[in-house]
């Protein structure tokens, strides 16, 4: 190999590594130290001294909790083991979301499914009210016999979705073309297993089944480590000074781009970017992130 071609290919190489953009590895934590219940609280089960919960869902109830804090902008994740069996009809939940009303939200759906047919995850993101932007994917593991660690890295620059270390979905600040973007309503996270039998299996053909209740969702981890701010803030008083604002953490690298690549390439079964029924005009957001 020629000697200049190889200083250029050993000069990339030492780019795209300082320009990794990995997330910190997140710190477990007992479920008391972030979050609180928010309904139901008798079907919510406590395991190994909080570092392990159960939500319960029955034809009575499902339940939740919350974050104690409110966040703009950081890097928030949650083990999460799916309700095993036949799970039609039921939803898990993952997301952030703001309180007003043109609120900002950042959703991990987990849509059930009768036994022996896959799960579907379903993200979106609200920004100013508006949502309609959901992605959805089937998962290459089986969600219910292990952990797995869902997370959110969110700044200014971009929203990205991760299954473990797998982007699964980016959302690129669009600002300056007309999109909004999440930037001045601080969000709590919230978590919750409710019934959603109308429209989340099949669109709604499949009901829940009562007979195999309580339905059952795991969850450990309760990493948070974001910007703490109150509910009325518009914006951050550390903006530019933590680690998720970063230059590195402006865009995925090349390895994090082959990965998503190979998500959607594989495993996405629906894009809003690509629906020219409900989008007969591309969304100019789908062109900024790569999704057409």
């Known amino acids: 190999m020629d000697s200049s071609l190889w200083t250029c290919l050993i000069l990339l190489s030492l780019a795209s590594a300082s320009f990794a953009a990995n997330p910190r590895t997140p710190i477990d934590v007992p479920f008391g130290r972030n979050y609180v219940p928010t309904w139901a609280f008798d079907h919510i089960q406590y395991l190994n001294g909080g570092s392990e919960i159960q939500l319960h869902l029955d034809k009575y109830t499902g339940t939740g909790f919350q974050s104690k804090g409110s966040y703009l902008f950081g890097h928030f994740s949650m083990y999460i083991k799916l309700v095993p069996g036949d799970s039609a009809g ?35 993101v609200f920004t100013g009210g508006k ?81 195999k209740a309580p339905f059952i969702a795991s969850y450990k981890g309760f990493h948070i480590d974001g910007c703490e701010a109150s509910v009325n803030a518009k914006f951050c008083d550390t903006q530019g ?20 690549a190979w998500v959607r390439n594989k495993y996405t079964i629906y894009n809003y970017c690509t629906d020219r029924k409900r989008y007969p005009q591309v969304p100019s957001e789908c062109t900024r992130d790569r999704d057409i």
């Open 131 to 211: 949502g309609d932007r959901e992605q959805r994917i089937y998962l290459w593991f089986d969600p219910t016999t292990q952990y797995h660690r869902y997370s959110v890295l969110w700044n200014m620059y971009q929203i990205i979705f991760f299954v473990d270390d797998y982007p699964i979905r980016v959302f690129k600040n669009s600002n300056d073309l007309g999109v909004k973007f999440p930037f001045n309503q601080p969000m709590k996270i919230y978590n919750s297993l409710w019934n959603a039998d109308d429209w989340a299996t099949r669109g709604g053909l499949e009901k829940t089944d009562w007979s």
């Open 90 to 124: 039921t939803v898990t939940a993952f997301y952030l979301s703001s309180t007003t009303a043109e609120h900002d939200e950042i959703d991990f759906e987990f849509l059930g499914n009768r036994t022996g047919q896959p799960y579907i995850l379903q993200t979106n």
């Open 241 to 260: 000074k933590r680690w998720w604002d970063q230059p590195e953490f402006r865009d995925l690298d090349a390895a994090q781009w082959q990965k998503l």
